[in-house]
């Protein structure tokens, strides 16, 4: 999914994790994964030097990650990030959303509610923890 990098953007090596995980999921799981929060999801980051970039989640239909602005599309919700590390703590869970919502480090537009989804969906794009066997 290296089409979802941008050098810009050091961050965007998790979105590209997400993208591969989407990728790997089989037709049903994809529908599961489509069902629990039927929504377009955008992310729109800012980096250090203040530059934008979006990338979408569609979780309606066809449950893939693309870059862009949304083509053809309206997203349910989008969340604004004031910088990367926001992004990155909410996708290894180092920070919640609603913590993230509170302090003003991520704000949203559209269906709020929807914005609660965006945890568990972050989730699918981590390194599966291995666990000790003693």
Known sequence: MSDLKDQDFPSSDVIANLGAAFDALSEKEKKAEINKSKAIF????????????SWIIDLKKEGKVSKGKPQGVKPDVTLIMDGEETFTDLAS????????????????????????KLEGVLKLGQPKQQKARL
Request: net charge positive; glycine share 16%; hydrophobic share 30%.
């Open 42 to 53: 955008e992310l729109l980051i800012k980096n250090k030097e203040g530059k934008e970039q």
């Open 93 to 116: 869970g180092k920070i919640g959303g609603q913590k993230a919502y509170m302090t003003g480090k991520l704000k949203t537009r559209g269906n709020m509610m929807l914005a609660t």
